[in-house]
T-cell receptor, first 112, second 112 residues
Framework: DGGITQSPKYLFRKEGQNVTLSCEQN?????MYWYRQDPGQGLRLIYY???????QKGDIAEGYSVSREKKESFPLTVTSAQKNPTAFYLC???????????FGDGTRLSIL | GQQLNQSPQSMFIQEGEDVSMNCTSS?????WLWYKQEPGEGPVLLIA?????ELTSNGRLTAQFGITRKDSFLNISASIPSDVGIYFC????????????FGKGTLLTVNP
């Protein structure tokens, strides 16, 4: 099946630890995105990438890092600098930046 | 920055009733998108609108791109229990701006 796969579904982070969330797509989409969702809030953009080896900061990039070494993959690292990491993280992709975005099923990150 | 006001925040309706929700923006958008999110899952694209005044249907769902380009509406006719979820609007200002701005969502509950 074609789609966007996020893993793991649930993730726990200890104090001072970096954790990496995986996002893989087999839709041949050029653009990929990471969002953070908090209860009762809309989605807020963390990072986005229009093409391989290029990415841009979104509205809340502090404490996060990404890489885009392959078209299919856009991993997100939540660093220890992110003081409030507990949230639902959503990855999305689109054919190009101007086309509608399609989402994975998310990773829920919690603090131990 | 751009802001989207989505209303109502929540709705409790009886099965068979029609539903209306809307989003208004402080600035002009060139694209409006409507998504539905169920618990523990990612948002699913329902309808995409690209032209002011455009009216588009997807089954029992109908969405309109407001003529001022600052608002959009989503209607659901003859609601059923599986319509339960959070409905998000999202807008894009266009040009080289690929970022989507999301509303905070409308939580829909349908009583059978």
């Amino acid at each position: 099946d074609g789609g966007i796969t996020q893993s793991p579904k649930y993730l726990f982070r200890k104090e001072g630890q970096n954790v990496t969330l995986s996002c893989e797509q087999n839709l041949n989409h050029d653009a990929m995105y990471w969002y953070r969702q908090d209860p009762g809030q809309g989605l807020r953009l963390i990072y986005y990438s229009q093409i391989v080896n290029d990415f841009q900061k979104g509205d809340i990039a502090e404490g996060y890092s990404v890489s885009r070494e392959k078209k299919e993959s856009f991993p997100l690292t939540v660093t220890s600098a992110q003081k409030n990491p507990t949230a639902f993280y959503l990855c999305a992709s689109s054919i190009s930046g101007s086309q509608p975005q399609h989402f994975g099923d998310g990773t829920r990150l919690s603090i131990l | 920055g751009q802001q989207l006001n989505q209303s109502p925040q929540s709705m409790f309706i009886q099965e068979g009733e029609d539903v209306s929700m809307n989003c208004t923006s402080s600035s002009i958008f060139n694209t409006w998108l409507w998504y539905k999110q169920e618990p523990g899952e990612g948002p699913v694209l329902l309808i995409a609108l690209y032209k002011a005044g455009e009216l588009t249907s997807n089954g029992r769902l109908t969405a309109q791109f407001g003529i001022t380009r600052k608002d959009s509406f989503l209607n659901i006719s003859a609601s059923i229990p599986s319509d339960v979820g959070i409905y998000f609007c999202a807008g894009r200002s266009g040009g080289s701006n690929y970022k989507l701005t999301f509303g905070k969502g409308t939580l829909l509950t349908v009583n059978p």
